[in-house]
Nanobody, 115 residues
Framework: QVQLVESGGDLVQAGGSLRLSCAASGNIFNILTMGWYRQGPGKQRELVATITGAGTTNYADSVKGRFTISRDNGKLTVYLQMNSLKPEDTAVYYC?????????WGQGTQVTVSS
């Protein structure tokens, strides 16, 4: 079983930066593809970025060039560095891990970007 705990959400002004962290428990972190998803007010949950165990990354078009996903397998942690934040980035951000048929979610962390 894997547990995921997000942190780092906050209120920030447009143009600012935040770094989200997701700490994992369990012994299969290194093989999990990790990702960040978000759900804005009145919107469906959407993919933000993913990173495989080997470090291959993928980003939603809306965040390319602004957000960077990374992972530290030694610390069992995945990060999301968010720069040049926009009000439309306001959402609850969820950490996700999956491998084969197994999927894990964190509880979410709120990011609010004021204009």
């Amino acid at each position: 079983q894997v547990q995921l705990v997000e942190s780092g959400g906050d209120l920030v002004q447009a143009g600012g930066s935040l770094r989200l962290s997701c700490a994992a428990s369990g012994n299969i972190f290194n093989i999990l593809t990790m990702g960040w998803y978000r759900q804005g007010p009145g919107k469906q949950r959407e993919l933000v970025a993913t990173i495989t165990g080997a470090g291959t990354t993928n980003y939603a078009d809306s965040v390319k060039g602004r957000f960077t996903i990374s992972r530290d397998n030694g610390k069992l942690t995945v990060y999301l560095q968010m720069n040049s934040l926009k009000p439309e980035d306001t959402a609850v951000y969820y950490c996700n891990g999956h491998w084969a048929m197994a999927e894990y979610w964190g509880q979410g962390t709120q990011v609010t970007v004021s204009s």
